[in-house]
């Protein structure tokens, strides 16, 4: 398993900017494909962003689409999530994932049980 630590959580006004990282351990993660998913306060675990191993493929949700950038900088194995025109309801636990290798670097990831190892998680907090 991938061990995941995430960072760069906090408090943030309504139309500010924040950067999410989460350091991976491990030897192949160029290999992992990666997502970020967040749960706010008395809801389900939902799906924001995944990226496949090499970068190439990238996905989004639509309530984020236009606002947050994955990115992934496989020399420090390291994926990232721009966050930028927050709303308060982007307020939750946001949670980093890497998938099991497949040995295809395309592959993207989106459903939960796509996903083998969970960091965490931190908190973003957007306030009105």
């Known amino acids: 398993q991938v061990q995941l630590v995430e960072s760069g959580g906090g408090l943030v006004q309504a139309g500010g900017s924040l950067r999410l990282s989460c350091a991976a351990s491990?030897?192949?993660?160029?290999?992992?494909?990666m997502g970020w998913f967040r749960q706010a306060p008395g809801k389900e675990r939902d799906f924001v962003a995944a990226?496949?191993?090499?970068?190439?493929?990238?996905y989004y949700a639509n309530s984020v689409k236009g606002r947050f950038t994955i990115s992934r900088d496989n020399a420090k194995n390291t994926v990232y999530l721009q966050m930028n025109s927050l709303k308060p309801e982007d307020t939750a636990v946001y949670y980093c994932?890497?998938?099991?290798?497949?040995?295809?670097?395309?592959?993207?990831?989106?459903?939960?049980?796509?996903?083998?190892?969970w960091g965490q998680g931190t908190q973003v907090t957007v306030s009105s």
């Open positions: 990226i496949s191993g090499n970068g190439v493929s990238i």
């Open positions: 994932a890497a998938g099991p290798s497949t040995g295809n670097s395309y592959y993207v990831a989106r459903a939960e049980e796509d996903f083998g190892s």
């Open positions: 491990g030897r192949a993660f160029k290999m992992y494909p």
